[in-house]
């Protein structure tokens, strides 16, 4: 490993590899470990510290890899463990961590535990791995408890029993192909334990980890009042949903911190969990626990100067107070993608996704000069920052996917009234002239790529001083040159009201956020502008500044 600096990820930049969609070398139309190795290059050139990989273990690929059937091996579709390896290998030659996603709170149906469970009489050591209730009513005919699943319909599914009869119910907050553990089994405990080794022994910096405020649900599964509350992966998580975020967990976090602490080289854990206020997701965050949570706060701020001031406090001060560097990300394979969802005129929680009939479509041009703007002001901020793969190249999401070629189980159990994901979790385009823009050599693409996508291609935009993607390279380095992440923010309190400024050691960053806030250049020398500017900086651009 190049540069051993202590703690790195308080500053690091991490970028997150859908491995799906980011580039098939096998020419089947699904991405895989090999298009992976064969690209790092160009992430290193772009100037990232670390990658993350969502999923590519064994699975059915029902929830896109979410539902793993094998935690400790790689699935044909995206290679072997020897690809691992290789990846990992060209990686750490470059100076890349890599991160790869633990998906403790389910397991695929197709897991041997959950196969044998099923094969299992009621009340067998087997079924305990999992949460297996009698259903309500006369017969057992209606599931155990009220719960929803984040994706739509009931979150319990009935069992048939070996002789044909109707058994009892599963738990499956996601996807009834993902059947939820039960934490309070010592098995799973264990068995966490060894897939924390396993990928930390084969060289793994760290985990992100899936669904960081499951896994414990309140005793007794007591009904809940959806009501006072919501329960998608778009509303707010709810303070008493009693299966989110319960104390629980916690005890958890710290048992897989004293395994990772077992290893050198300054390894982390990373927290998916959706849980607000900010002051609550901290606990995440703890010295004893997880290194880094995702502000999932930021990312679903609206492009609104007052509220990203309040955000940006809220976060260096919440995460600040126990000793955690703030994080900051705008888009992931759950949410729509910020070049377009930052010029939505109709309200769209995250995981809903937006398709042809949605209201308030985004304009594009607005939408992809706010998101790089978005993007410069954020890549400016003290603490790390995740990219997700594409928006280095201004992607929007993908909206007008045919019905038939949608894949993500939200819009299956919705019956087609929500979206889904699909939308920003499109194959890349490398390369403007070559079939399925140089994602797989055959032409293949797992999703359908629509056709302006040959104007984002990252070998034309690489000879493209004013591109999105050298800014965000520009952005990047000079990030790492001037130690941006470091440095305590201060605000410029004599900007316009409309302005989001501050300062970060001799930098001055003018992010000219609401429509009505263009704002004369300050005198200085521009580092970096996101769009252009003349004397003036004019609404949904950031300039960096040197005074
Ligand atoms: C997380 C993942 C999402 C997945 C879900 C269930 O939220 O980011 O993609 O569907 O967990 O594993």
């Known amino acids: 490993m190049t540069s051993p600096a202590p703690e790195w990820w308080r500053t690091a930049v991490i970028y997150q590899i859908y491995p799906r969609s980011f580039a098939d070398a096998s020419g089947d139309g699904i991405g895989d470990l090999g298009g992976i190795t064969a690209h790092l290059d160009d992430l290193a050139e772009l100037g990232v510290d670390a990658i993350w990989l969502s999923p590519f273990y064994v699975s059915p690929q029902k929830d896109a890899g979410y539902d793993v059937a094998d935690f400790t091996d790689v699935d044909p579709l995206f290679g072997t463990l020897d690809d691992?390896?290789?990846?990992?290998?060209?990686?750490?030659?470059?100076?890349?961590?890599?991160?790869?996603?633990?998906?403790?709170?389910?397991?695929?149906?197709?897991?041997?535990?959950?196969?044998?469970?099923?094969?299992?009489?009621?009340g067998s050591a087997e079924r305990a791995r999992y949460i297996f209730r009698d259903g309500k009513g006369e017969h057992g005919e209606l599931p155990p408890n009220n719960w929803d699943s984040v994706f739509g319909g009931p979150a319990w599914t009935r069992t048939t029993n070996p002789d044909g009869t109707p058994g009892q119910w599963y738990l499956h907050l996601f996807d009834s192909s993902q059947p939820d553990f039960d934490w309070s089994n010592e098995d799973v405990l264990n068995e966490f334990d060894r897939v924390l080794r396993f990928w930390l022994d084969r060289g793994a910096d760290g985990f992100r980890?899936?669904?960081?405020?499951?896994?414990?649900?309140?005793?007794?599964?007591?009904?809940?009042?959806?009501?006072?509350?919501?329960?998608s992966m778009g509303g707010v998580e709810g303070p008493t949903a009693p299966y989110w975020a319960q104390e629980g967990v916690h005890e958890i976090w710290r048992r897989w911190r004293r395994v990772i602490d077992e290893y050198d080289g300054d390894r982390i854990l990373a927290a998916e969990a959706w849980v607000v206020p900010l002051s609550r997701m901290a606990k995440w965050v703890r010295p004893d626990e997880m290194h880094q949570a995702f502000n999932f706060g930021y990312l679903e701020t609206p492009w609104k100067a007052d509220a990203l001031r309040t955000i940006i406090d809220e976060s260096i001060d919440e995460f600040g107070k126990v000793g955690a560097p703030s994080t900051w990300v705008l888009s992931n394979h759950d949410v729509v993608r910020h070049a377009s969802r930052l010029a939505l005129t109709a309200e769209n929680p995250q995981g809903h996704g937006i398709g042809p009939l949605s209201k308030g479509l985004p304009d594009p041009v607005v939408g992809l000069q706010r998101a790089r703007a978005a993007s410069t002001l954020m890549l400016a901020l003290p603490g790390s920052a995740y990219v997700y793969q594409g928006e280095e190249l201004g992607l929007p999401e993908a909206i007008d996917i045919p019905d038939d070629a949608r894949q993500d189980p939200t819009w299956f159990r919705t019956e087609g009234e929500r979206y889904g994901r699909d939308g920003c979790r499109v194959p890349l385009p490398w390369r403007a002239d070559a079939p399925a823009y140089g994602f797989s050599g055959t032409g293949e693409a797992w999703l359908p790529q629509p056709v302006q996508w040959a104007e984002y291609a990252r070998d034309a935009q690489r000879s493209d001083d004013s591109s999105t993607l050298r800014t965000y390279q520009r952005a990047l380095h000079l990030r790492r040159e001037l130690g941006l992440a470091t440095h305590t923010l201060e605000w410029i309190t004599d900007a316009p009201a409309g302005v989001v400024a501050f300062r970060s050691g001799d930098i001055e960053v003018y992010s000219v956020v609401d429509a009505d806030a263009a704002m004369t250049l300050p005198d200085g020398e521009v580092l970096l502008a996101s769009s252009e500017i003349t004397d003036t900086i004019p609404a949904d651009t950031t300039v960096w500044l040197r005074r």
């Open 84 to 122: 691992f390896d290789a990846m990992v290998d060209k990686a750490h030659a470059l100076g890349l961590r890599v991160i790869v996603d633990i998906v403790p709170n389910h397991s695929s149906d197709q897991h041997a535990w959950f196969q044998a469970a099923l094969a299992a009489p009621e």
């Open 209 to 231: 980890v899936d669904v960081a405020h499951g896994l414990i649900k309140a005793d007794g599964l007591p009904d809940f009042s959806y009501d006072d509350d919501t329960n």
